[in-house]
């Protein structure tokens, strides 16, 4: 595969998986408790907004490595681009629990740190 100018400066990178990321997020955590209410069920509230909480945490863990493997592909340092992550609430702390639950293959893995490793 050939590689894309790395010309995404790292506070559009933040930008973009904020929206493609934590946007979903978002959504699926309010979206079914808000309807419930809406709809007459307020008794179930709590039970969707539970719900809510682990769809929502399952869509981050599968969107944020996909989401870095593009954002480190596209920029000139993949350091910027963790640090303004970091300090935008958009990725955890490395080593974390919760850094620890994102659904990424072998593959995806090592290929994010050839990039950490090629663009400090």
Do not use: C
């Amino acid at each position: 595969m050939e590689d894309a100018p790395r010309t995404l400066s790292p506070g559009r990178a933040v930008l973009v998986g904020s929206v493609i990321v934590n946007g979903p997020v978002l959504a699926l955590l309010f979206g079914p408790a808000f309807a419930a209410t809406r709809l007459g069920y307020a008794d179930w509230f709590l039970p969707v907004l539970g719900a809510s909480f682990f769809l929502g945490w399952a869509w981050w863990s599968f969107a944020l490595p996909r989401w870095r493997i593009w954002a480190y592909e596209r920029v000139a340092s993949t350091g910027e681009v963790h640090v303004r992550a970091l300090a935008s609430g958009l990725v955890w702390p490395r080593g974390s629990f919760p850094e620890r639950t994102e659904f990424q293959s072998r593959a995806m893995r090592q290929r994010q740190s050839e990039l950490e490793r090629d663009f400090p």
